[in-house]
């Protein structure tokens, strides 16, 4: 039997996919409300096909509890803050979670961690709290997950994964264990290996974000349109640069690479440059926002809206966003305009000014900042009216009215 501990974006859909394919499993998250909403029938956050599994799991007998389980296997999949200020990873949750494993597994149980971690947190964290609690003969594993918010449950099937084990005959027990569902090739490796691995992953994005953003910039200043340049440029057999925008969000990509910076400030520079970059887009655009607000005689923020919150296109998650990185740099420096915010995606209130409807929205407006491409509105300019759009993800056509980076 298998108990996921933390039953967030990756622990409920590994939980439910594990079970839907023959695992016996119990998902366990010390959040009660959650806990309640899914032993009464509800998925917690949208994602394509999670219901359909939410639903196939439930028939197969998955099973939720506040309550740390006694069985073979523990997969932790729970949150890795990182701390804003000196950028190293918050294990804070793992470790919480790793206890308690402790305190309930029977002997030779198996403890992997999903978490993403930066590398060497395992044996900085976790591997003296076995020596604490005289567990030695537990078996640590980290088996980082790959799969991408919007096609999470398509990807936790088809990507290929990584295991990083102390013994290598664990690693294969585990391997065994998510090939139940998973249709890729599984690596097995050594710990630490899998945790640079995962965070090495995440950097290779963000680097390529950042490059596509700084060609954005470059391309601005030396009037060029960086879309059709990075558009042909891909077409070489070995270049495949990622698009430029309005700054990278969610939970990952700005946040992982930190961990290298964090633990290696003198050696990380490239990757603290293109962090850096990355995080002054939302800026940028604002700046870019400001120019056309001149250009058209514009003076009032309120005829200026922003459509988009979440960190990329048709999800709900609105986690490091960049319009929430907008909204912090425009009352830090431009004096916190009062510019309205919609998103179909989010219906909760996230930020002062937010409206739920796009006839709210509108009314008023002269201007839309489009900071996410939701499939709301991606292609289709004409659901704006006559507003002029700001358009730093390149959704909007290419308009005399549409404003590129
Ligand atoms: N973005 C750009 N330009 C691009 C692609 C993305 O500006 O060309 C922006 C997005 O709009 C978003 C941010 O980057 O704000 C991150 O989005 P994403 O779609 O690149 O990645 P995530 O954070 O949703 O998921 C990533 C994935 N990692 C990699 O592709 C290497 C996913 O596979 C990981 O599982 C996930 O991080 C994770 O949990 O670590």
Redesign the pocket.
């Known amino acids: 039997m298998v108990n996921v501990i933390g039953l967030g ?2 622990g409920l859909p590994t939980a439910l996919m594990m079970a839907s394919h023959g695992v016996e499993v119990i998902g366990t998250d010390y959040n009660a409300d959650l806990v309640a909403t899914l032993n009464a029938g509800r998925t917690t956050f949208k994602e394509e096909g999670l219901e359909e599994l939410f639903a196939k799991a439930v028939e197969a007998g998955i099973r939720f509890t506040t309550e740390y389980q006694v069985c073979d296997t523990y997969i932790v999949s729970v949150p890795t803050p990182y701390d804003k200020v000196d950028k190293k990873i918050d294990p804070g949750y793992v470790v919480a979670a790793c206890k308690t494993v402790l305190q309930v597994a029977p002997e030779n149980a198996v403890l992997v961690v999903e978490s ?1 971690i930066s590398p060497g947190t395992i044996d900085r964290f976790v591997r003296s709290l076995l020596v604490e609690a005289g567990r030695e003969d537990v078996a640590l594993v980290h088996a ?7 096609n999470m449950v398509s ?1 936790l099937l088809r ?1 290929n994964r990584t295991i990083g084990a102390d013994d290598p005959k664990v690693g294969e027990r585990v391997a065994k264990l998510y090939a139940s569902f998973c249709q890729g090739e599984i690596a097995i490796t050594d710990i630490r290996t899998a945790e640079m691995t ?1 965070v090495v ?2 950097t ?3 680097v ?2 950042a490059f ?2 700084e060609l954005a910039k470059v391309c601005r200043v030396g009037d060029m349109d960086v879309h059709e340049v990075i558009r042909i440029a891909n077409k070489h057999p070995r270049v495949n640069i ?13 946040v ?1 690479p930190w961990f290298l910076v964090g633990d290696y400030p003198e050696t990380a520079s490239f990757v603290r440059l293109a962090l850096q970059t ?1 995080a002054s ?1 939302p800026e940028y655009v604002l700046h870019r926002a400001h120019e056309a607000m001149a250009e058209y005689g514009i003076t009032d923020p309120a005829k200026v809206g922003i459509y988009g919150l979440t ?3 048709d ?1 709900d ?1 609105v986690r ?3 319009t929430l990185q907008m909204l912090e740099a425009q009352a830090e420096h431009l004096g916190g305009a009062a510019m309205k915010v919609y998103d179909p995606w989010v219906e909760v209130d996230v930020v002062p000014n937010q409206v739920h409807s796009m006839d709210e929205f509108l009314d008023g407006l002269e201007m839309v900042i489009v900071m ?1 491409g939701h499939s709301q509105v991606k292609g289709k300019p004409e659901v704006f009216g006559d507003c002029i759009l700001i358009d730093p ?1 390149n959704v909007m056509g290419d308009d005399a009215n549409v404003w590129k980076l």
């Open positions: 974006y990756i993403t980082p997950e790959r799969i991408i918010p919007g990807e990507n995962k992953e995440n290779f994005r963000a390529n974000i596509a953003n990622l698009q430029p925008g309005p700054g990278v969000g969610g939970h990952c990509i700005p992982d990355n887009m960190y990329k296109e999800v998650d490091e966003s960049p996410v993800r």
